[in-house]
């Protein structure tokens, strides 16, 4: 039997809510850590035709891309349609948790489904993340090194990637003299002093350095403990903004546009382009949602094209007057975010057995009822 606490470890493993923007809202918004989980449901919204489907498929979690709320509230009655939301899966035992901006960079994430369905190959991110990291050397006496290292561990230190607990230990002999005035937990004042001590390194976010600092020091018995903390540099990562890859054969612009069009899911929307229509395409560019601060960095990295959502007419239009400009297609953003439904159902999954089953929401939740076209005289 899996728990809720169980399914929200694999999500935040598969998606580390420390990858969210500062500004974004992703986690558990409804549901008890304790409570039974045997079926998964997957949407883009959580809209209330979303919360009806998840409570008359007999599912105990759904898990949404975009959040439920960006600010706070005050009220979540059910007079307001979010808070009908909440009450409609409150009463019904179904727990809500989200995966937004986190879903966004990672592998298995919304920009890499998207390029896995328009069946790009060489997939790598666009714009990639680093990982910075402090890197921690601590000496501390040899029966005092693992409450010390614990003490740390506990702060957030020696986690890195899919890892944590990791550390360094090395043996030595530590040399002081305490002067007046010191009051020192080894030796005496005045006194030349050797211990057995032992060298920790490890590494740590530099957003958990004062967490640290002051498990460190509460745990050491020094009176001024010996440490030295160094900002290193950063290392690229797997995780990165948008994807960028190849078709398997080059195709002109217009046949490509018709290409993303039938590999994304059907809706009312638009899918619109901007470009000379017989521009051959072969390498791509893509950010599933709300890409147009990809646009630059497209055309830099060789693209023949960005594919996005939620485009302007002026950010399209002077991007298409720079040189060398890649062409553009935009289409509707629910249906770029949907591709990552299948792909995070099946990865939830795999990690964790039969015991719970995943299942994806097949409700068109863009806003767009129909799209209209005028042909040019």
Same mark, same amino acid.
């Given at each position: 039997?899996?728990?809720?606490?169980?399914?929200?470890? @694999?999500?935040?493993?598969?998606?580390?809510?420390?990858?969210?923007?500062?500004?974004?809202?992703?986690?558990?918004?409804?549901?008890?850590?304790?409570?039974?989980?045997?079926?998964?449901?997957?949407?883009?919204?959580?809209?209330?035709?979303?919360?009806?489907?998840?409570?008359?498929?007999?599912?105990?979690?759904?898990?949404?891309?975009?959040?439920?709320?960006?600010?706070?509230?005050?009220?979540?009655?059910?007079?307001?349609?979010?808070?009908?939301?909440?009450?409609?899966?409150?009463?019904?035992?179904?727990?809500?948790?989200?995966?937004?901006?986190?879903?966004?960079?990672?592998?298995?994430?919304?920009?890499?489904?998207?390029?896995?369905? =328009?069946?790009?190959?060489?997939?790598?991110?666009?714009?990639?993340?680093?990982?910075?990291?402090? @890197?921690?050397?601590?000496?501390?006496?040899?029966?005092?090194?693992?409450?010390?290292?614990?003490?740390?561990?506990?702060?957030?230190?020696?986690?890195?990637?899919?890892?944590?607990?990791?550390?360094?230990?090395?043996?030595?002999?530590?040399?002081?003299?305490? =002067?007046?005035?010191?009051?020192?937990?080894?030796?005496?004042?005045?006194?030349?002093?050797?211990?057995?001590?032992?060298?920790?390194?490890?590494?740590?976010?530099?957003?958990?350095?004062?967490?640290?600092?002051?498990?460190?020091?509460?745990?050491?018995?020094?009176?001024?403990?010996?440490?030295?903390?160094?900002?290193?540099?950063?290392?690229?990562?797997?995780?990165?903004?948008?994807?960028?890859?190849?078709?398997?054969?080059?195709?002109?612009?217009?046949?490509?546009?018709?290409?993303?069009?039938?590999?994304?899911?059907?809706?009312?929307?638009?899918?619109? @382009?901007?470009?000379? =229509?017989?521009?051959?395409?072969?390498?791509?560019?893509?950010?599933?949602?709300?890409?147009?601060?990809?646009?630059?960095?497209?055309?830099?990295?060789?693209?023949?094209?960005?594919?996005?959502?939620?485009?302007?007419?002026?950010?399209?239009?002077?991007?298409?007057?720079?040189?060398?400009?890649?062409?553009?297609?935009?289409?509707?953003?629910?249906?770029?975010?949907?591709?990552?439904?299948? @792909?995070?159902?099946?990865?939830?999954?795999?990690?964790?057995?039969?015991?719970?089953?995943?299942?994806?929401?097949?409700?068109?939740?863009?806003?767009?009822?129909?799209?209209?076209?005028?042909?040019?005289?």
């Amino acid at each position: 039997m899996a728990s809720l606490r169980d399914v929200v470890a @694999v999500l935040d493993q598969l998606y580390d809510p420390r990858w969210a923007d500062g500004w974004d809202a992703v986690g558990t918004v409804v549901g008890d850590p304790e409570a039974e989980v045997r079926s998964i449901l997957f949407a883009v919204d959580p809209v209330q035709a979303v919360a009806d489907e998840a409570v008359a498929g007999g599912h105990q979690l759904l898990v949404t891309h975009h959040p439920l709320w960006l600010k706070g509230v005050t009220s979540v009655a059910a007079s307001d349609p979010k808070g009908r939301v909440v009450h409609t899966l409150l009463s019904s035992g179904v727990a809500l948790h989200t995966c937004h901006t986190n879903a966004d960079v990672p592998p298995l994430g919304v920009s890499e489904s998207m390029a896995l369905a =328009l069946g790009l190959q060489d997939v790598r991110p666009l714009d990639v993340d680093t990982d910075p990291m402090d @890197v921690w050397t601590v000496f501390v006496p040899d029966d005092h090194a693992d409450s010390v290292l614990a003490a740390m561990h506990g702060a957030g230190a020696g986690r890195y990637d899919l890892y944590d607990s990791a550390a360094f230990r090395s043996a030595g002999t530590g040399q002081f003299r305490p =002067l007046d005035g010191a009051r020192p937990a080894i030796g005496a004042v005045g006194d030349v002093e050797q211990v057995a001590e032992t060298r920790l390194h490890l590494v740590a976010s530099p957003g958990v350095r004062e967490s640290v600092r002051s498990a460190l020091l509460a745990a050491h018995p020094y009176e001024v403990p010996a440490y030295d903390v160094v900002a290193a540099e950063p290392t690229p990562s797997d995780r990165g903004s948008g994807r960028i890859g190849l078709l398997p054969e080059a195709m002109p612009l217009g046949e490509f546009a018709d290409h993303v069009a039938r590999s994304l899911p059907a809706h009312g929307g638009a899918t619109r @382009v901007a470009g000379d =229509l017989e521009r051959p395409i072969r390498t791509v560019a893509l950010c599933g949602g709300s890409g147009d601060f990809l646009l630059g960095p497209a055309t830099a990295a060789g693209a023949d094209v960005h594919v996005t959502s939620d485009l302007k007419h002026h950010t399209v239009s002077e991007h298409l007057e720079r040189p060398g400009a890649c062409a553009v297609v935009d289409v509707p953003h629910w249906a770029a975010e949907w591709t990552w439904l299948p @792909v995070a159902a099946r990865a939830v999954q795999e990690r964790l057995g039969n015991g719970v089953s995943t299942h994806v929401s097949t409700l068109v939740t863009d806003p767009w009822t129909v799209s209209r076209t005028h042909d040019r005289p």
